[in-house]
């Protein structure tokens, strides 16, 4: 019998989706778990019986990494409730490209239904960085909301134009103006955050994502930092992927921030943040115009009459180069890994993986 101390599983974000998923016969209710914590070779969940602590199994750790779970997968346990038997279908999955891997991802969070793009609206205020933060939120079908913070630090006229100039950036964003530590305007964010629903929050450090968390949760449940003179940004803080229950009944996300935000492939989430230069592109001269000085160019000739800005064409231009710089370096790997193993093949050796894995 589900524990009074915890939520049921519909309050934990489970719907028919996930129901549909279950393998037959249907599990136990209290086999089945939410991810809320990875750490390493161990993850935190939470589910009938509570939260607690599970290893996660060597074989998921071993395999690709969108076969390992990640913060706001659900899981199918052994009869026992002890071992995870079963990583079930994700509805979404945020990810972003590995900071030292060119060839695979990094998992962001799973399951979710909105993805928070915090910025603040001091100097971490940058339209080209909402547009990477865009794409990949269309790319995994999750609908983004903007949230611009630390509205108490500048002008109204300041807060407004900024707000303006992110609304600007897609047809029908959702863009939020709050003070973090202000309830009343913190309170803008829970038609996203209902009960029964996941969202996270990303964004650079210091802009203020924890304080969101702590507001939200009417406590103190992760760590934030002071503001810098230097620059007006609070300080990092939050190491790890955690997903909150609210009082509300919906669940929130703390991420920690990216130094880099790489962008794994994510065609059509680019065309959907760029439509209205792709749609004027069918306009121009030729049909592989790249908008640099070629004739005939219907989307230098909206930057010209004021209707596009210049920054917003290179940003694109420059987004596509890194997508096709990514392919070439996947290509590339592929081929040194072929010539490892040919060169191990005619030398005698054993595969160097083999090796590193005997170590």
Known sequence: MTSTAYPPLEHLGWDTFFQARLPQPLPAEDTIVRVVSVHSMVMNVIGAQGRRQLAIPGNWLSGPAESRPTVGDWLVLDDTAQWPVQLLDRRTLVTRRAPTDITGVQLVAANLDTLFIVSSL??????????????????????????????????????????????????????????????????????????????????????????????????????????????????????????????????????????????????QGLSQVFRDIEELGIRCGFADCRHDGEPDCAVEKAVRQGTLTQRRVENYRKLLKEQAMQDDEKQQAKIYARQRRAADKVLGRPASNKRRRKR
């Open 122 to 267: 001091n100097d971490d205020f940058n339209p080209s960085r909402l547009e990477r933060y865009l794409a990949i939120a269309f790319q995994s079908g999750v609908e983004p909301v903007v949230v611009l913070t630390k509205a108490d630090l500048v002008t109204p006229e300041h807060a407004l134009a900024c707000a303006e100039e992110a609304r600007g950036l897609c047809p029908g964003l959702a863009v939020l103006v709050v003070n973090a530590l202000d309830e009343t305007t913190v309170n803008l964010l829970f038609p996203w955050v209902a009960p029964g629903r996941t969202a996270t929050l990303v964004g650079s450090s210091g802009v203020g994502k924890s304080t969101l968390v702590n507001t939200l949760s009417r406590e103190e449940r992760t760590p934030t930092g002071a503001i810098r003179d230097s620059d007006g940004r609070g300080r990092h803080t939050t190491s790890s992927r955690t997903l909150y229950t609210l009082p509300n009944g919906g669940l929130i996300m703390d991420v920690p921030g990216f130094r880099e935000l790489r962008l794994p492939p994510c065609p």
